[in-house]
C-alpha cells in the first residue's frame, strides 16, 4: 500500500502553488459542509470518471485533497469515483483508468469506493469487466435507431441517447447504497446554470411541466426523464420495454448531494498537466480511446467513417472527400477546445495519405462489428436513411447499393407497410439493416428528421448543441460548392 506522506508529496509536486492554494480550499469547504471535522469521515464525496483526460485530472486532484485532509487533521472523507460505460467504450480506457487507480494508491485503500457502471449493473471496478450483452444490444439499436432517423449525422447518431444515459449514471452513481453527500466537478458554475437553463427550455419546449424555481439535483434528472421519454416515444414510438428500459433514474428526495467545482482553481489544458497525467498516472492516448476531441470513447472514429460513407454511397462522390470534410469539423472542435498542437496533428495525422485513410476505414469497420456488431452494409443503408418517410429513398438505395433486388422493390415496401410480408423478403431488410421488422416499421411510419425545422425532440436537442459546425462541401445535385451544418466530437 502507498504511504500518505509519499504520495501525497509527489501529487503536491506537480501542482502550482494556485493549485495547492485550491487544494486547501476544497478541503476546507468540505470540512464545513460536512458540519465540522468530527464528521468529515461520515461524508462521502463522489467523483465521475469518463476516463479521459480532463476527469483523470479531477481524479487526481480529489485524491490529493483527500490525502491533504488526512495528513493535516488525521480524517478524511471517503470517495466513490464511478465510471460509466457504453459500447463506444474501448478496452483501453478501462486500462487508462486502471493505471490511474494504481499510481494514486486507490485500488486498495478502504477509503475508496470505486465503481463501474453499465446502465442497471453496478460493480466494483475491474479493468477486464465484460460489458452486459444487455447493455452492448440496447446501445446499438439506439445507434441504428437515431442513425436512420439523422441519416447519421455524427451527435444524434451516437451521442443523444447516450447523453439521456449520463443522466441516469448520475442518478444511479450518487444515490447508489445510500447516496453521496457531494460531487466535485470541473464544469464551472456558469457551465453548470446554462446547462440547467438549457434542460428547462428544452423540457417546456416540447410541453414537459418542470420546477421552475431552486431546482434541486433530483429536479433536474426529473426533467431530463421527461425529456428521455419523450425523445424515446418519438424514435420507438410507443414500445413499452424501450422506454422502460431507457428511462432517467432520480434517485431519492431524502439524498440532495451538493455540487461543487473545481473549475476556476485549475487549468484543464492537458499540456499544462503532463507530466502529472501522462508521466506518473500512466494515460496514454490509445489509437482508438483517443478520438478527435475525445480521450475516452471510439464513437467520433465511427461518426468520420459515416462521413466517408455517406459522400460515398448516397452522393456519389468518394470516401476520402467525406473525410476530408470530417477533418474540417474535427479540427474546429479541437481548437474550440484549446486541445494542444501535439494531439491535434496526432489525430489528423492518422489520414493524411490515401493509405493512412483506407487503415482507418479497415480500422472504423472492425470496430463498428466489434462494439456494435454492425457490419458495413447497415452502416451504409442508416445513411441513406431508406426506410423513413414510407420509404421515399429505398429504390434508390437499392439501386445503389443491392441492385440484385432492384425488381422486388415493391415487396419490399409491402413487408415495411404491412404487419405482414414475405418471410425471405423480412429476413433481407432485416440482415441488411442489423433491425429487426418491428424496428423497420416503426422507422417507415417515421419520417427523417429536418434539422432546419423544430417539430420533433431531437431538431430541438441538435439546435442547442454546440458540438456542429459548418464545412466546405459540394452540392450534391449541381456539383457546385456548398456548406453544410454538421455535428460530432
Known sequence: MIDDRALYERLIGFLTEAERDGVAGVGDRLIEAAGGIDRLAGYKVMVAYGGGKDSTYVVAFVRTVQLHLQLTHGVTFPMRVANMRHAGVPLAVMENIDRVYSALGLMDDERAELLTIDHTEIRRFRVDLPLPERLVSMNRLDVLMNGHRSAGDGRPTFCNSCNLAVADFYGRAAWWRGGVDAIITGDSRREQALYAAWILRLAKGIGIDVQRGGMTFQDLLTALRGIGDAYFRELFGEGEHELAEREVAVGDRSVQPTFVSIYDLVSYRVHDHWDLVVDFLGFRFDDLAFSFTESDCANPTLMAHLRGLRAQYVEDRTYAAGIAEYLQFAETMMRKKEMPDQLIDLALGRYDSPAKIAER?????????????????????MVFSPFTDKGTRLARFVERCHPEW????????????????DEHVIAWLEQVSGL????????????????????????????????????????ARSGAPALELISGR
Open 361 to 381: 476505414r479497415e480500422i472504423a469497420d472492425a470496430y463498428a462489428e466489434r462494439a456494435f456488431g454492425l457490419r458495413q452494409d447497415a452502416l451504409v443503408a
Open 436 to 475: 429487426s421488422i418491428t424496428h423497420l416499421r416503426t422507422l417507415y411510419r417515421s419520417s427523417l428528421v429536418d434539422f432546419a425545422a423544430a417539430d420533433t425532440v431531437m431538431a430541438r436537442v441538435r439546435a442547442g448543441d454546440p458540438h456542429k459546425s459548418q464545412v466546405r462541401t459540394v452540392d
Open 406 to 421: 432492384i425488381d422486388r422493390v415493391p415487396a419490399l415496401h409491402s413487408a415495411l407497410g404491412a404487419d405482414l410480408g
